[in-house]
Nanobody, 124 residues
Framework: QVQLVESGGGLVQAGGSLRLSCAAS????????MGWFHQAPGKERELVAA????????FYANSVKGRFTIFRDDPKNTVFLQMSSLKPEDTAVYYC?????????????????WGQGTQVTVSS
């Protein structure tokens, strides 16, 4: 079991930056693939960034490639999403999620554990 708590969302102007954090409970954090999803009103939840359990591979959706960076701090049981050059279309609720390390970290289907979400609003 993994419990996830996101923080760091808020209101930012277009072109600005935010860093989201996701703190995980449990001693097995380093065995999980971690992902960040977003869900805009009226749209489906989408995987925007993911990192393998060993930190050696990352995935980014085309819409955020070059602007967002996912990284993890295993001793602190935390995964981060650094968001730069934010656009109004990045406005969404952002969710942190965990998937077993044996799953495909690029596939949304493998993510079993979810945080409560944090709102990111980008004004134009």
């Amino acid at each position: 079991q993994v419990q996830l708590v996101e923080s760091g969302g808020g209101l930012v102007q277009a072109g600005g930056s935010l860093r989201l954090s996701c703190a995980a409970s449990g001693r097995t954090f380093r065995s999980y693939n971690m992902g960040w999803f977003h869900q805009a009103p009226g749209k489906e939840r989408e995987l925007v960034a993911a990192i393998r359990w060993n930190g050696l591979s990352t995935f980014y959706a085309n819409s955020v490639k070059g602007r967002f960076t996912i990284f993890r701090d295993d001793p602190k049981n935390t995964v981060f999403l650094q968001m730069s050059s934010l656009k109004p279309e990045d406005t969404a609720v952002y969710y942190c999620a965990a998937a077993p390390g044996y799953s495909d970290y690029r596939s949304a289907a493998g993510y079993d554990y979810w945080g409560q979400g944090t709102q990111v609003t980008v004004s134009s």
